[in-house]
């Protein structure tokens, strides 16, 4: 090899090393942005591990998580593939119906040395977790397959409509479209909806709103397709009212068995649009009863919401209305048997 070649190719081992740790500085630097909140890629951040969950940290058994378990130094002991039981509890050696359920993995350890230390002289469980089945979340609404899915690693919102196969598409003048009206969709968490805008998740591509799901959130993605009307709060009768020729506020809460007895008849709350911009109508049914001003003509999806108590500003029921929502399209949006999401 000659002079020339050993300079060229001393110069190519230089700018490869020169690279490498240019390339780890700015991942160094993006990484900082991120956790900081500052810098031109903090819009990223969606696709950037942060901080672990606190479900996360303090990580419990329950029903259908599966365990090895043996003591230490005791090979014989060694019990594979232990199920938790739907009642959260399981047997081990002489250890029989423990309570798993609730307890993170060292603290049933201690339980079973506890228990077992009748038995053996200076117990020492050893535990390895082989599954984890018992974190769930839901996807439900205009999705290709809808259901209940375990947490088998952290997921964020799009990790989990592409395991369940993406949101349901449909022709519509010769092009293929998305069959979820994103507007309406929102993500339920320990009874209250998450601030999620999904329109800037999927159309724009804003990563900040691909948040981490948590144990049994609920995510709803409404059907584009249905023109329905939504009559909740203090009715007879609270569901929807299929959109018909000419709807009106009046015929729409008559539809539904009428007023109960604690309905704020003078002031009914129409809700249009957005779920996190909404517009807001009020009309005052008994000015429609007497004739002293027009019913008011409403639009597929409209929720109608009748209060039990005094307002002034529509803002202070708007968010009322919008839990009933949420409430009702998820008892109406699946055949399982689930707690009331919004208490």
Same mark, same amino acid.
């Given at each position: 090899m000659n002079k020339n070649s050993c300079r060229r190719w001393a110069a190519c081992l230089v700018a490869l090393v020169s690279g490498s740790c240019l390339?780890?500085?700015?991942?160094?630097?993006?990484?900082?942005?991120? !956790?900081?909140?500052?810098?031109?890629?903090?819009?990223?951040?969606?696709?950037? $591990?942060?901080?672990?969950?606190?479900? #996360?940290?303090?990580?419990?058994?329950?029903?259908?998580?599966?365990?090895?378990?043996?003591?230490? %130094?005791?090979?014989?002991?060694?019990?594979?593939?232990v199920p938790i039981g739907p009642d959260g509890?399981?047997?081990?050696? #002489?250890?029989? %119906?423990?309570?798993?359920?609730?307890?993170?993995? %060292?603290?049933?350890?201690?339980?079973?040395? !506890?228990?077992?230390?009748?038995?053996? #002289?200076?117990?020492?469980?050893?535990?390895? $977790?082989?599954?984890?089945?018992?974190?769930?979340?839901?996807?439900?609404?205009?999705v290709a397959n809808k259901g209940i899915y375990t947490f088998d690693r952290p997921t964020?919102?799009?990790?989990?409509?592409?395991?369940?196969?993406?949101?349901?598409?449909?022709?519509?003048?010769?092009?293929?479209?998305e069959l979820a009206d994103l507007q309406r969709s929102f993500l339920v968490r320990n009874g209250e909806r998450v601030p999620v805008d999904f329109e800037r998740l999927f159309q724009r591509g804003d990563l900040t709103q691909?948040?981490?799901?948590?144990?049994?959130?609920?995510?709803?993605?409404?059907?584009?397709?249905?023109?329905?009307?939504?009559?909740?709060?203090?009715?007879?009768? $609270?569901?929807?009212?299929?959109?018909?020729?000419?709807?009106?506020?009046?015929?729409?809460?008559?539809?539904?068995?009428?007023?109960?007895?604690?309905?704020?008849k003078s002031r009914v709350l129409v809700v249009r649009g957005s779920l996190d911009h909404p517009q807001t109508f009020v009309v005052d049914t008994g000015d429609v009863l007497s004739a002293k001003a027009p019913d008011f003509k409403l639009q597929p999806k409209d929720i109608v919401y009748v209060s039990r108590n005094p307002w002034v500003v529509a803002g202070e029921v708007v968010d009322m209305a919008a839990k009933a929502f949420v409430q009702s399209l998820i008892v109406q949006g699946t055949t399982l048997r689930i707690p009331p999401a919004i208490k």
């Open positions: 390339l780890r500085a700015a991942e160094s630097d993006v990484g900082a942005a991120v !956790e900081t909140g500052g810098g031109a890629n903090v819009a990223f951040s969606g696709s950037v $591990p942060g901080k672990r969950a606190r479900w #996360q940290e303090h990580l419990t058994l329950g029903p259908g998580d599966v365990l090895n378990l043996s003591l230490l %130094d005791m090979p014989d002991t060694m019990r594979r593939e509890r399981f047997s081990f050696l #002489q250890a029989s %119906d423990v309570m798993a359920a609730g307890l993170t993995i %060292d603290e049933l350890r201690a339980k079973l040395d !506890e228990v077992l230390g009748k038995y053996y #002289q200076n117990p020492h469980s050893v535990i390895a $977790p082989v599954a984890f089945r018992s974190k769930k979340y839901f996807v439900l609404g205009a964020r919102i799009i990790e989990a409509i592409a395991r369940a196969g993406g949101l349901e598409t449909g022709l519509y003048e010769s092009r293929t479209v691909n948040i981490s799901l948590e144990p049994d959130d609920y995510l709803y993605f409404a059907p584009a397709s249905e023109n329905e009307i939504y009559v909740l709060g203090e009715v007879m009768f $609270p569901g929807t009212v299929v959109f018909a020729a000419r709807p009106t506020a009046i015929s729409t809460i008559t539809s539904r068995g009428g007023f109960t007895v604690r309905a704020f």
